[in-house]
């Protein structure tokens, strides 16, 4: 069974910096690529970032580039976003979400969701 | 800000038919899959249809998925209590280079 435990939210002030985590288990996770999707609170679906399966592709959304990275260890089964300079907008529910196959991009999907991680910034 | 547009809501009682739209354009829809999702309250979501119109295992052929140029539409049919839930459709947008989702559809069942 696919598990996707993500981890690390929390409350931080504008402008400091939050590391998520998601463990994941129950599938060749080097098979495949990974992402993280948000959502903020009553608000709809936004893709963050997408990674995939060895890390040679990276892709970022608009509204985090230059501020978020995403990166993942294969030989533990995880996936990270650093979160710097964070803002009041990016507080939300963090998802991380396992790809349909190696990449990131088009003809790919989300086919597998974790329950996600609250990240809320505020002073 | 969601670069696919659906109806808010939509509504039905038991048994009847019910139709999600998705609006994009020829970056999106136009040229890539779609995709959607339903998220029950208070949970992840969950893959629905991909590729068009193709159902993962386990999700009842009451819900299928057409698309037609730039836009795309979800069909319940056989509506029950256990389809109320936000839908989001998804597609790739070549211009962004990144995935975009709709702005979601509450079906809420009479």
């Known amino acids: 069974e696919v598990q996707l435990v993500e981890s690390g939210g929390g409350l931080v002030q504008p402008g400091r910096s939050l590391r998520l985590s998601c463990a994941a288990s129950?599938?060749?996770?080097?098979?495949?690529?990974m992402h993280w999707v948000r959502q903020a609170p009553g608000k709809g679906l936004e893709w963050v970032s997408g990674?995939?399966?060895?890390?040679?592709?990276?892709g970022y959304a608009d509204s985090v580039k230059g501020r978020f990275t995403i990166s993942r260890d294969n030989a533990k089964n995880s996936l990270y976003l650093q979160m710097n300079s964070l803002r009041a907008e990016d507080t939300a529910l963090y998802y991380c979400?396992?790809?349909?196959?190696?990449?990131?991009?088009?003809?790919?999907?989300?086919?597998?969701w974790g329950q996600g991680t609250l990240v809320t910034v505020s002073s | 800000q969601s670069v696919l547009t659906q109806p808010p809501s939509a509504s039905g009682t038991p048994g009847q038919r019910v139709t999600i739209s998705c609006s994009g354009s020829?970056?999106?829809?136009?040229?890539?899959?779609v995709y959607w999702y339903q998220q029950l309250p208070g949970t992840a979501p969950k893959l629905l249809i991909y590729?068009?119109?193709q159902r993962p295992s386990g999700v009842p052929d009451r819900f299928s998925g057409s698309k037609s140029g730039t836009s795309a539409s979800l069909a319940i049919s056989g509506l029950r209590s256990e389809d109320e839930a936000d839908y989001y459709c998804?597609?790739?947008?070549?211009?962004?280079?990144?995935?975009?989702f709709g702005t979601g559809t509450k079906v809420t069942v009479l």
């Open positions: 979400a396992k790809s349909s196959g190696y990449y990131f991009v088009g003809g790919y999907y989300f086919d597998y």
């Open positions: 129950g599938f060749t996770f080097d098979d495949y690529a």
């Open positions: 990674i995939s399966w060895n890390s040679g592709s990276i």
């Open positions: 020829s970056s999106n829809i136009g040229s890539n899959y």
């Open positions: 590729r068009n119109n």
């Open positions: 998804a597609a790739w947008d070549d211009s962004l280079s990144g995935h975009v």
